[in-house]
């Protein structure tokens, strides 16, 4: 099966039929003990986007959504130059491995395009 990566406008994704699964399972994975539930904002992203403040890459894979980044970077209140920071990461589990790190290799790209000097990535162990 062919997989794709695709820089895309945020209702790209939003839009996918695949979405709603998929945020509600990384909902689930990213939620951590103590703390509320997540809840994405999905309306700041559009917002963002207006700024050109994110970049939204989806992976595809039969046709499918599969998996998504997106990628923040806003101008810096403190540096001289941008910093990225991966704002979303996700891929379904049936299709781990090669295509998260395309995704990630994707949004890296992106951000040295975009004059950042590095890239924040978080994710819960395991």
Do not use: N, W
């Not at 509600?24 to 809840?39: F, H, K, N, V």
């Not at 999905?42 to 980044?69: D, K």
């Not at 891929?91 to 890296?108: C, D, K, N, S």
């Amino acid at each position: 099966m062919t997989m794709e990566i695709f820089k895309v406008p945020v209702d790209a994704v939003l839009d996918a039929p695949e979405f709603p699964a998929l945020i509600a399972e990384y909902a689930r994975e990213c939620a951590i003990e103590g703390l509320p539930s997540p809840s994405a904002k999905l309306e700041s992203y559009r917002l963002l986007e207006m700024t050109g403040a994110i970049h939204v890459f989806s992976a595809i894979s039969g046709g499918e959504l599969v998996g998504f980044v997106t990628l923040a970077v806003p101008p810096s209140l403190h540096f001289s130059v941008p910093l990225a920071v991966i704002e979303s990461f996700y891929v379904a589990p049936a299709h781990r491995g090669f295509i998260g790190i395309q995704l990630l290799a994707t949004a890296e790209r992106q951000a040295r395009e975009c004059g950042s000097p590095g890239l924040l990535v978080s994710a819960p162990l395991g």
